[in-house]
Each structure stands twice: as structure tokens, then as C-alpha cells.
């Protein structure tokens, strides 16, 4: 399998007031095409901000992060952001749908921005709506609908732009075990017919059983994960 995602020496650190914390140190490490990797651990070990550098979202203060053999460091932020839109969905635990557009607009979203918005990506919105069993909330708004039909949309957004990563922060942190499971199980389905990339963040053992391998953080580092 061909590498995806490659890191070379990644360093990253937060100031917080008089001091610096060293959140990942000096961090190398490749993910390859087809993994679901799980980074477990508590709140504040460094997951989101690693998630956050493979997205571009951040940049590291030294290091290279390659994406499908691209070097994104090298990239400024307009020709950053083009890249992810191509390249990379983002799934977050607060789900960021767009209040104002309703569900069936929220999913194209992303399309038009791309510029990639055709009559079959409607028909393929409207089946993964139909096959995720959301297809009678397409023209409803996002405040009507409940946590886990929010987290399953914002899947289905990420999914839609065909992207060759998948980054999932938290995903069911914001859900009930028994809504979490119906999210988990609806990305494990996804993510594998469709053969991409999950690198997800999650301090939930029940999300680590979809894992092709498992990390969690400790001093900076990665180390496989006893659970």
C-alpha cells in the first residue's frame, strides 16, 4: 500500500501564559492508503492538534507534513486550503453544518466550493441520504434535527467530496452511547466500502474497534495504545 500521509520531524508548541508546552515532539510517522487509525487518549494529549497539521488547519513550528506526496508546510494558505477541499474531510465534534442551509444543502456545500457540484454528486447525496436512512431530512434545517442525524450529515458531507483522508475529531463526543454506535458503525461502513483514510481522535474505547492500529500520546510522541 502506498503512503497517504507521511510526517518528518513534526514539532508543535502552545504558549500558555509565561510558558511553552511542547504538545508533539519531533514526530515522524507514515499512514497508508486503506488504515483507520485511532489516536486514543485524554483531552488535551495533542490528538487535535496533530489532526489540525494533517488538515493544514495549523502549521507546525518545524517539520514536513506530505499529503498524496504533496509537502502542505510548502503551501501557502490560499493554495492550502484548495488542497483540502481536494484532498482531505474533516469531521468535528461540534458537527458545523451550516444553520441557515438546509440538509440536502449542507451536503452539496462543500461541492460548490469546489466547483465539482454535478447532477450525478446530487444523485449520490441523495443515496447516501436514502442508504444512512436520512433521506426524509434532506430539506430540513439543522436545528430540528438531533445530535446523532447532525454527526451522521457532517459524515456524509465529508464523504461526499470523495476525499482520500477522512479526519475525525471526536466524532461522538457529543452523543449518547447508544446514538454514538449508530455513528461509529455508519462511518466504519462507509469509510471501508469506499476504501479511504480514517485517522480519527477519540478518547471513547468504543471507537477504538474499528482500528487498523492505535496510538495514543505520551510526552509528544506516539506509542501504541494498551487498552
Known amino acids: 500500500m502506498d503512503n497517504v500521509v507521511r510526517l518528518e520531524n513534526i ?10 508546552r511542547k504538545v508533539i515532539d ?37 517539520g514536513k507534513i506530505f499529503i498524496n506526496g504533496t509537502d502542505i508546510t510548502g503551501l501557502n494558505e490560499t493554495d492550502k486550503t484548495v488542497f483540502r477541499r481536494k484532498h482531505i474531510g474533516f469531521v468535528f465534534q461540534f458537527f458545523n453544518l451550516i444553520p441557515t ?32 436512512g ?27 467530496t470523495d476525499p482520500d483522508i477522512l479526519l475525525a475529531d471526536e466524532p461522538t463526543g457529543n452523543l449518547d452511547f447508544r446514538t454514538a454506535k449508530i455513528v461509529i458503525d455508519m462511518i466504519d461502513r462507509l469509510v471501508l466500502g469506499k476504501k479511504k483514510t480514517l485517522i480519527m481522535a477519540t478518547h471513547s474505547r468504543e471507537l477504538t474497534g474499528i482500528a487498523t492500529r492505535i496510538f495514543s500520546f505520551r510526552d509528544g510522541k506516539l506509542e501504541k495504545a494498551e487498552l
Not at 514539532?11 to 511553552?20: A, H
Request: proline share 3%.
Open 101 to 132: 442551509l438546509t440538509v440536502f444543502e449542507n451536503l452539496l456545500l462543500p461541492l460548490e466550493l469546489n466547483k465539482t457540484l454535478s447532477a450525478e454528486k446530487k444523485e449520490q447525496a441523495l443515496s447516501l441520504l436514502e442508504e444512512t
Open 134 to 160: 436520512l433521506h426524509n431530512r434532506k430539506n430540513s434545517f439543522p436545528d430540528v434535527l438531533s445530535g446523532g442525524e447532525q454527526q451522521r450529515i457532517a459524515v456524509l458531507r465529508a464523504l461526499l
Open 26 to 62: 519531533n514526530l515522524s510517522f507514515d499512514i497508508k492508503k486503506g488504515e483507520i487509525l485511532v489516536l486514543y487518549g485524554r483531552s488535551g494529549s495533542g490528538k487535535s492538534s496533530l489532526l489540525n497539521l494533517i488538515a493544514g488547519l495549523d502549521n507546525p513550528d518545524s
Open 11 to 20: 514539532t508543535k508548541s502552545f504558549t500558555e501564559g509565561e510558558n511553552s
